[in-house]
Structure formats: C-alpha cells, structure tokens
Nanobody
Framework: QVQLVESGGGLVQAGGSLRLSCAAS????????MGWFRQAPGKEREFVAAINWSGSSTSYADSVKGRFIISRDNDKNTVYLQIHNLQPEDTAVYYCNAGRRIVTTSAGGDYWGQGTQVTVSS
C-alpha cells in the first residue's frame, strides 16, 4: 500500500500561484510514477500532470501546459505541483496519484490521496 497526503491548497486570486505537495509513505516512493488529477464541481475527474519514477519524463494536460510544473524529490518522498497564473477554471479538488507507470486517463494509477481544495477567485 502507498499512502498519499496532499497539502498546499487554498483560496487564491486569479493570476496567483500555488504549490501543491503530496507526501507518500508505505512502499518505495521511487518505484512509482506520480500524477496529479483534479475534479471540479459537477465535472468528472481529469488528468492534470504526471512524472515518471526518476523525474526524467513528464506529461501534462493541454489545458495546463505552460502554467503547471510537476516535480518530485525522491529523497523526501514528495511530489509537487507548481501552479502559475491560476484561473477560476482551475478551481477543483486536486488529487495525488501513484501507479507503476504514467497514466493520463482519468482512471489514474493504483493509489489516491484524499485531495486538496484549490479555489480561484476572479
């Protein structure tokens, strides 16, 4: 089992920035690809960004390219999502995900965190 705990969400004005963190525990963190997904009210969960086990490969949803940056620190068992130029449409619960490989569909990998709320005011 892998336990994932997100943090860093909050209320921010449009144009602002946030850095989300996801701390992992349980099995060896560096064995897993990590991803971020989000779910807005009334909408289905969607893929946001993912990173492979070493950090050498990343993938982003088209809607966030150029504004979101995913990174990881295997020594700290933590994956990050740096978000710039936040927009009201970025308002959602953001979920951390772990799996054996990068998954860019809404199904994600095997393990999920509880989510952290990001709210962007206009």
């Amino acid at each position: 089992q892998v336990q994932l705990v997100e943090s860093g969400g909050g209320l921010v004005q449009a144009g602002g920035s946030l850095r989300l963190s996801c701390a992992a525990s349980g099995r060896t963190f560096s064995n897993y690809a990590m991803g971020w997904f989000r779910q807005a009210p009334g909408k289905e969960r969607e893929f946001v960004a993912a990173i492979n086990w070493s950090g050498s490969s990343t993938s982003y949803a088209d809607s966030v390219k150029g504004r979101f940056i995913i990174s990881r620190d295997n020594d700290k068992n933590t994956v990050y999502l740096q978000i710039h130029n936040l927009q009201p449409e970025d308002t959602a619960v953001y979920y951390c995900n772990a799996g054996r490989r990068i998954v860019t569909t809404s199904a994600g990998g095997d393990y999920w965190g509880q989510g952290t709320q990001v709210t962007v005011s206009s």
